[in-house]
């Protein structure tokens, strides 16, 4: 059905696949040799504690995660197979999770386990040898890369005995991050867009990059011969990081009424604050990611029940209350299994409020495949300083025990949905809950 749709759109189909991945990258795909680029390990030899913190980044693993190496070899490389219109797509993904292999035109690579220089995924030469973009906006690895001897930074007048440094203006700014985090489809839709986020809130304005968070500066040294000075760390702590996602969002929570009778109604409201963030949360992946409110009451027994969240009423607001509908019937395209059911769509308590914006699939199907989404449901995310506010009323059950009943919210993240996960048997901690923050509150029960 899908090869049907696309050929019976003739050229378009072709022009916007063009738009989308090709001249994008100015016809990058094999315009290098993985010989112009120096190996990571070269850098290291001078550049000791930034090639070290490198090591343990998600730029260093952009290309072997375990969960990129899955749903780029049995999803995307799959799907392009049974459907030659998304070849382009499957190639793309090279052109941020592993750009060497990408320019050297060897795509697909080979897998992670047979050691080959895509695993270097986003290395040092990658970011260092960036001068510029092809366009007036930044997606889809429109980077320019110029290898040689000159290597382009954040500091004039640093001097190296291995190569020529430049100070670069362009790889300060946002606008140079998001030549990989800004992402077009075919269909024409922003499936990654953190930048673009950043751009459209208060960070922006007020002259904070990303650098500034997922950078950020102290004082050492950039190189064993180099004087001592304000250097960036090469960590890049964002989504996959605990301690970088922990408290990025605030939690408060309260009742309408402290004291109530034991037939009453409960009315709770929790303040959820973006506290953190210079864009949504979650971001990124989020066609993968789950971000859910889930609220609880325990009577001066211990008894413990759980609180769905009050729908607000808005169109589409049925996929940010959590189900366990079925969904993602279009990873059949690469299982082979036109007629694959699907997954549970969530995985967590029915009835949770869910922070997303869900992917849709050309039959409007809830997809983790970004290169197979046609539309989007609402943006349901927590912007930069946005304060959202749930509402959860509770009738007082009848076997609820009078005195105090203390209430705790908890706002938790996974990183993919667990049905994927244990579906596609993706190593467990992917799909790890990590808590972002909790709160809590009381009320007191009279007979």
Same mark, same amino acid.
């Given at each position: 059905?899908?090869?049907?749709?696309?050929?019976?759109?003739?050229?378009?189909?072709?022009?916007?696949?063009?738009?989308?991945?090709?001249?994008?990258?100015?016809?990058?795909?094999?315009?290098?040799?993985?010989?112009?680029?120096?190996?990571?390990?070269?850098?290291?030899?001078?550049?000791?504690?930034?090639?070290?913190?490198?090591?343990?980044?998600?730029?260093?693993?952009?290309?072997?995660?375990?969960?990129? %190496?899955?749903?780029?070899?049995?999803?995307?490389?799959?799907?392009?197979?049974?459907?030659?219109?998304?070849?382009?797509?499957?190639?793309?993904?090279?052109?941020?999770?592993?750009?060497?292999?990408?320019?050297?035109?060897?795509?697909?690579?080979?897998?992670?386990?047979?050691?080959?220089?895509?695993?270097?995924?986003?290395?040092?030469?990658?970011?260092?040898?960036?001068?510029?973009?092809?366009?007036?906006?930044?997606?889809?690895?429109?980077?320019?890369?110029?290898?040689?001897?000159?290597?382009?930074?954040?500091?004039?007048?640093?001097?190296?005995?291995?190569?020529?440094?430049?100070?670069?203006?362009?790889?300060?700014?946002?606008?140079?991050?998001?030549?990989?985090?800004?992402?077009?489809?075919?269909?024409?839709?922003?499936?990654?867009?953190?930048?673009?986020?950043?751009?459209?809130?208060?960070?922006?304005?007020?002259?904070?990059?990303?650098?500034?968070?997922?950078?950020?500066?102290?004082?050492?040294?950039?190189?064993?011969?180099?004087?001592?000075?304000?250097?960036?760390?090469?960590?890049?702590?964002?989504?996959?990081?605990?301690?970088?996602?922990?408290?990025?969002?605030?939690?408060?929570?309260?009742?309408?009424?402290?004291?109530?009778?034991?037939?009453?109604?409960?009315?709770?409201?929790? $303040?959820?604050?973006?506290?953190?963030?210079?864009?949504?949360?979650?971001?990124?992946?989020?066609?993968?990611?789950?971000?859910?409110?889930?609220?609880?009451?325990?009577?001066?027994?211990?008894?413990?029940?759980?609180?769905?969240?009050?729908?607000?009423?808005?169109?589409?607001?049925?996929?940010?209350?959590?189900?366990? %509908?079925?969904?993602?019937?279009?990873?059949?395209?690469?299982?082979?299994?036109?007629?694959?059911?699907?997954?549970?769509?969530?995985?967590?308590?029915?009835?949770?409020?869910?922070?997303?914006?869900?992917?849709?699939?050309?039959?409007?199907?809830?997809?983790?495949?970004?290169?197979?989404?046609?539309?989007?449901?609402?943006?349901?995310?927590?912007?930069?300083?946005?304060?959202?506010?749930?509402?959860?009323?509770?009738?007082?059950?009848?076997?609820?025990?009078?005195?105090?009943?203390?209430?705790?919210?908890?706002?938790?993240?996974?990183?993919?949905? $667990?049905?994927?996960?244990?579906?596609?048997?993706?190593?467990?901690?992917?799909?790890?809950?990590?808590?972002?923050?909790?709160?809590?509150?009381?009320?007191?029960?009279?007979?």
């Amino acid at each position: 059905m899908r090869t049907a749709l696309l050929r019976s759109l003739g050229c378009m189909c072709l022009i916007i696949l063009a738009v989308s991945v090709g001249l994008a990258a100015e016809g990058a795909l094999g315009s290098r040799s993985y010989d112009d680029y120096e190996k990571p390990q070269a850098c290291a030899s001078c550049h000791v504690d930034i090639y070290q913190q490198w090591t343990q980044s998600m730029m260093s693993q952009a290309y072997t995660h375990h969960w990129d %190496e899955i749903e780029y070899f049995e999803l995307a490389v799959k799907h392009a197979e049974v459907d030659p219109d998304f070849d382009p797509v499957q190639k793309g993904c090279n052109g941020c999770h592993t750009p060497l292999a990408y320019l050297a035109g060897d795509v697909p690579p080979p897998r992670p386990e047979e050691g080959s220089r895509a695993n270097e995924s986003v290395s040092c030469e990658v970011c260092h040898t960036i001068t510029g973009r092809h366009g007036d906006r930044s997606y889809n690895f429109n980077w320019i890369s110029e290898p040689g001897p000159i290597k382009y930074g954040n500091k004039e007048g640093a001097v190296s005995p291995h190569h020529e440094t430049q100070l670069s203006e362009f790889i300060q700014t946002a606008e140079f991050c998001g030549t990989c985090h800004n992402e077009e489809n075919p269909y024409g839709m922003m499936v990654k867009s953190t930048q673009l986020e950043w751009a459209a809130g208060p960070y922006a304005a007020e002259g904070v990059p990303c650098h500034r968070c997922h950078m950020p500066q102290a004082q050492g040294r950039s190189a064993k011969m180099a004087p001592e000075s304000m250097v960036s760390q090469h960590l890049f702590h964002g989504a996959h990081d605990p301690g970088k996602v922990g408290g990025s969002v605030e939690l408060r929570m309260h009742p309408e009424e402290r004291e109530l009778l034991y037939d009453d109604t409960v009315v709770l409201k929790v $303040q959820l604050f973006n506290a953190k963030a210079g864009h949504k949360i979650p971001t990124g992946s989020v066609e993968d990611r789950i971000v859910w409110l889930h609220v609880t009451a325990t009577d001066s027994e211990g008894k413990t029940w759980h609180l769905p969240v009050d729908p607000k009423g808005f169109e589409g607001e049925h996929w940010t209350i959590a189900s366990d %509908e079925l969904a993602y019937q279009d990873l059949g395209i690469a299982l082979g299994d036109p007629s694959f059911a699907g997954l549970p769509r969530d995985g967590v308590p029915v009835g949770d409020r869910i922070f997303r914006m869900p992917y849709l699939d050309p039959e409007g199907r809830m997809t983790i495949q970004q290169w197979y989404t046609k539309s989007f449901g609402p943006d349901y995310r927590i912007g930069p300083r946005e304060t959202k506010i749930e509402t959860f009323s509770w009738e007082l059950p009848d076997d609820l025990a009078v005195g105090e009943v203390t209430f705790r919210a908890v706002l938790n993240y996974k990183r993919l949905v $667990q049905p994927v996960a244990d579906f596609l048997k993706v190593p467990a901690d992917e799909p790890e809950t990590i808590v972002i923050n909790t709160a809590s509150t009381w009320v007191e029960v009279y007979e």
